[in-house]
């Protein structure tokens, strides 16, 4: 079972170049934690960054100015971890444990953003799995 199967194929995204306060009213909107960040959004879906909700706050705590005068450019976190859509589930689960983090946006051969994965996804497949599981091991036990 590849990533591509279980990704979220809605993906909110944003220009790097939007005003930090713009990334936040998203997020509120969407009911979402982060936002995938992209140099030009008329013509790439290329991922250059992410920004999540505890970017924001951090960030803005820690430079103390208005939140509208920062760029989501300014905020998102570079250092961008992408999953292949053709990756395993078990590849994707050791990248995002081993970079730290909860999610990270699939990308297809061009490189461009084809959804979005998240530790929460992983649970849900594996917490049916073990479902599966123990009602076969109940079935044999009987």
């Known amino acids: 079972m590849t990533i591509e199967s279980i990704a979220t194929r809605e993906v909110v995204m944003i220009s790097e170049s939007v005003a930090l306060n713009k ?4 997020m509120k ?11 030009d959004k008329n013509t790439s879906k290329t991922p250059c960054g ?3 909700d505890r970017d924001i706050m951090i960030k803005w705590l820690e430079k103390g100015i208005d939140n509208q005068a920062l760029t ?7 250092d961008l971890l992408t999953i292949k859509q053709n990756q395993s589930i078990l590849d ?4 995002l444990s081993e970079k730290g983090v909860r999610r990270a946006p699939v990308i297809n051969q061009a490189g461009e953003v ?5 530790i929460d996804d992983i649970f849900v497949l594996l917490a049916k799995e073990m479902d599966a599981i123990s009602k076969i091991a109940q079935k044999q036990s009987c």
């Open 50 to 52: 992410i920004i999540t």
């Open 114 to 118: 084809i959804g979005i994965i998240s």
């Open 72 to 78: 989501v450019g300014q905020v998102m976190s570079q």
């Open 29 to 39: 909107d969407h009911n979402i934690g982060a936002i995938i960040v992209i140099k």
């Open 23 to 26: 990334a936040a009213e998203l």
């Open 92 to 95: 994707a689960i050791s990248a």
